[in-house]
């Protein structure tokens, strides 16, 4: 049955990817390693020891992939650049790098195709983490430089650009749980993080409006929503506005209304950690922008009562969570099952908090500074079946797509200003620290040949995207 979306004219219709899952070629024209090379190389960090070494071959056959982009009908493609292929050592910027992306870009718009740049999508160049990284204050101007240079190659032809995806990840799962690169596991280095984070992004905002005031700038932040799992028991109705506040609230805030939660300042204190605010940082960080891109792949039910211990990752870090992390001792928050379908992840699929969230977000925060809100990232993996002749009838990954699509529309009827959606992702891709194992491609990518095949969820999106309406009705299988 054919569901009609309420949609706004002009929505962009898009996929996203990012340099280190698909583009490979580590060492190619000067790339130095980023955090993530030398993550790859740690003993049990990443599953089955995979690297971004060859990923998806992106950085070769990228004009293949803009094919499948025109053949989809995509708006618009959302890709990070890699810092360490730009700055690869203190000071140096390679033009090689920059030509790479230069290449990108044309041949996104040959094909009509809106090129949506992220500058930070997790692979900090080595040299700086070894000057500290994002706990280091030196980072904001190192990030500044970058930003300018990249802006200074592509500015021309590049309209939207997004500073920083999910510094969440950056942040708790870099510095505080260890589950992705670096890999380390310091409270305090953590909330430094945070913070130095949001005042880089803000910083750049404020350079490039200064030198392309038509630019469009925004950040990526992810969301999840979580419910108490009794709504009656104020240990869980605390565990999950603890959580909204750790993981939503404390980077939404200063973004847009420029303070922190003073509930997130006491908690951190409550476990002896600060942000490292400074004079007119909050006044940096909350620089107007353009849009806000919104990540979200799943909600959470949430207990304040502590259950058994579950999952590890490979290194012995608890198992990723859409949670501020329990290890930097914040949130006595704990993931509960609702019963609802799950993705390969392991995550809930709960596509009606997707609408709440956007209408939430429009309602408390975006709505009242007139900024858009766009679904940056929506996706999800799924163990796929494969044909003989590579075909994936990847059924649970377009349902998904589609319950998560209306609950687009629903928000949009609802009266939240959305104007676009990109899938995540275009291609199966590495998936951090769970390696080439789980994939969220809406393209199956065949890592032995390279070969791309399109799957099911694809073929439904290009007719989403052809229509204006999805194929409602299909249960994702439990
Ligand atoms: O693959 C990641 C992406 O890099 C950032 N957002 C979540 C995706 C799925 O885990």
């Known amino acids: ?165 999910e510094p969440w990840c950056s942040a708790f799962l870099g510095y505080a749980g260890g589950q992705h690169a670096p890999g380390r596991q310091e409270p305090q280095a953590a909330v430094s993080a945070l913070h130095h984070l949001l005042l880089a992004h803000g910083r750049v905002v404020q350079e490039l409006r200064a030198v392309d005031p038509t630019a469009q700038l925004g950040i990526t932040l992810n969301f999840t929503v979580p419910d108490p799992v009794d709504p009656s028991d104020e240990a869980d109705v605390r565990a999950a506005a603890l959580s909204d506040t750790m993981a939503n609230r404390v980077f939404v805030e200063p973004v847009v209304l420029g303070a922190y939660p003073q509930d997130a300042i006491d908690a951190l204190a409550a476990v002896g950690t600060a942000l490292p605010v400074r004079d007119g940082d909050l006044e940096v960080i909350g620089t107007p922008i353009d849009f806000l891109g919104v990540n979200y792949y799943t909600g959470t039910a949430v207990t304040g009562h502590a259950p058994e211990p579950t999952e590890v990752m490979p290194n012995g870090a608890p198992v990723e969570r859409p949670l501020s992390n329990p290890s930097v001792g914040v949130v006595d928050a704990y993931p509960v099952s609702r019963g609802l379908p799950r993705t390969a992840m392991d995550w809930e699929v709960q596509p009606e908090g997707l609408e709440r969230l956007l209408v939430r977000l429009h309602r408390d925060y975006t709505g009242p500074a007139g900024i858009p809100l766009y679904v940056t990232e929506n996706g999800s993996a799924f163990d796929d079946e494969v044909g003989p002749d590579g075909e994936v ?86």
């Open 1 to 165: 049955m054919s569901h009609p979306l309420d949609l706004p004219g002009g929505f962009v219709w898009g996929a996203a990817t990012a340099a280190f899952q698909i583009e490979g070629a580590t060492s190619a024209d000067g790339r130095t390693d980023s955090i993530w090379d030398t993550f790859c190389r740690v003993p049990g960090a990443v599953v089955g020891g995979d690297t971004g070494e060859v990923a998806c071959d992106h950085y070769h056959r990228w004009p293949e992939d803009v094919a499948l982009m025109a053949e989809l009908g995509l708006d618009a493609y959302r890709f990070s650049t890699a810092w360490p292929r730009i700055v690869p050592e203190p000071g140096r910027i390679e033009q090689r790098g920059l030509d790479f992306y230069s290449r990108l870009v044309d041949g996104l718009l040959e094909r009509g195709i809106t090129p949506w740049l992220t500058l930070y999508h997790w692979d900090l160049p080595q040299w700086l983490e070894d000057r500290g990284g994002w706990t280091s204050r030196d980072v904001v101007d190192h990030f500044t430089e970058y930003a300018l240079a990249v802006h200074g190659a592509l500015g021309d032809r590049v309209r939207h650009w997004t500073t920083l995806n």
């Open 393 to 478: 009838d990847d059924v649970e990954r377009t349902d998904y797509l589609v319950q998560h699509l209306a609950a687009v529309s629903d928000a949009v009827a609802a009266g939240a200003d959305v104007r676009g959606y990109f899938a995540w992702s275009l291609l199966d891709n590495f998936e951090w620290a769970y390696g080439y194992e789980k994939r969220f491609g809406i393209v199956r990518v065949d890592f032995e040949t390279q070969a791309r095949t399109p799957k099911s969820s694809a073929r439904t999106y290009a007719r989403a995207i052809a229509t204006g309406a999805v194929p409602l009705g299909g249960t994702v299988r439990a």
